[in-house]
């Protein structure tokens, strides 16, 4: 008997446009980013680039800081 995979909501992929909103920066930011593995993880298929909603609520999550001491770690 075959495993059918139930195919992943839309809204769980954020386009560049989307992501850039989110982050306040501009696209070139975000190509840099996955250049140098700096930003969110992000899905390449093709040539279109997407990013996963929970992978980028994760990595916002670790870009946040109470104190300026604890950015350098």
Do not use: C, N
């Not at 909501?9 to 840099?32: G, N």
């Not at 390449?44 to 800081?65: I, N, P």
């Amino acid at each position: 008997m075959s495993t059918v995979t139930q195919a992943r909501p839309s809204e769980d992929l954020l386009t560049v446009e989307q992501v850039m909103e989110i982050v306040h920066k501009s696209r070139s930011t975000l190509a840099q980013w996955r250049f140098y593995g700096r930003g969110p993880a992000f899905v390449k298929t093709g040539r279109s680039v997407q990013y996963k909603r929970a992978e980028l609520d994760k990595w916002l999550d670790r870009q946040s800081f109470s104190g300026t001491s604890e950015y350098s770690r």
